[in-house]
């Protein structure tokens, strides 16, 4: 009986946990990211030490990918990521990761394994990620050029769901 009442107390915790973080994810706040309004920006600095303002890529679509390599659904976005960006080139697509919950040499080392060629923003106080309200990995962020949020994916970005939700972004300037 006892072992009951404690498997039931951990699935109503847990989906308690969820529906705050769907709650977060959908009501306008202050300080959130709501769909068709502008995403807050992003400022800081790249794995390899360079600068990074979000607000220089307006007039690209712009996908923003919450990861980290200890993250397997992660992992397994990069080859995608890579394949987009050369199928949409001529759009001028451009992959922004920002890396969540790791440290910065386990990324170094995997993106430069994978030959990712896009910027990974070190999130080390997680502004960045609360800022977008964030509540998993891989969580990814389709913006238009105009930077506006289009759409939000939580969890493994696949062929399909991509190519559906660039759609969204993609349009003139």
Same mark, same amino acid.
């Given at each position: 009986?006892?072992?009951?009442?404690?498997?039931? &107390?951990?699935? #109503?915790?847990?989906?308690?946990?969820? &529906?705050?973080? /769907?709650?977060? $994810?959908?009501?306008?706040?202050?300080?959130?990211?709501?769909?068709?309004?502008?995403?807050?920006? /992003?400022? *800081?600095?790249?794995?390899? +030490?360079?600068?990074?303002?979000?607000?220089?890529?307006? *007039?690209?679509?712009?996908?923003?990918?919450?990861?980290?390599?200890?993250?397997?659904?992660? %992992?397994? @976005?990069?080859?995608?990521?890579?394949?987009?960006?050369? @199928?949409?080139?001529?759009?001028?697509?451009? &992959?922004?990761?920002?890396?969540?919950?790791?440290?910065?040499?386990?990324? !170094?080392?995997?993106?430069?394994? @994978? +030959?990712?060629?896009?910027?990974? &923003?070190?999130?080390?106080?997680? #502004?960045?990620?609360?800022?977008?309200?964030?509540?998993? %990995?891989?969580?990814?962020?389709?913006?238009?050029?105009?930077?506006? $949020? !289009?759409?939000?994916?939580?969890?493994? $970005?696949?062929?399909?769901?991509? @190519? !559906?939700?660039?759609? $969204?972004?993609? *349009?003139?300037?």
């Amino acid at each position: 009986m006892r072992r009951t009442i404690l498997i039931l &107390v951990g699935v #109503a915790v847990l989906t308690t946990g969820v &529906v705050v973080g /769907i709650v977060a $994810l959908t009501r306008p706040t202050g300080s959130g990211i709501v769909k068709g309004q502008p995403v807050p920006n /992003i400022v *800081g600095t790249t794995l390899d +030490g360079q600068p990074f303002d979000l607000t220089a890529l307006r *007039g690209h679509p712009v996908l923003i990918n919450f990861w980290g390599p200890t993250c397997e659904p992660c %992992r397994q @976005e990069f080859p995608l990521f890579k394949a987009k960006l050369g @199928e949409h080139a001529a759009d001028g697509l451009v &992959v922004v990761g920002i890396l969540t919950d790791d440290p910065a040499d386990l990324a !170094r080392t995997f993106v430069a394994d @994978e +030959g990712a060629t896009w910027s990974t &923003v070190i999130d080390p106080g997680a #502004a960045i990620k609360k800022a977008y309200n964030v509540i998993g %990995r891989p969580q990814t962020y389709f913006v238009d050029r105009a930077g506006i $949020l !289009r759409s939000i994916q939580i969890g493994w $970005l696949q062929d399909q769901d991509f @190519e !559906r939700q660039y759609g $969204l972004i993609s *349009g003139g300037s």
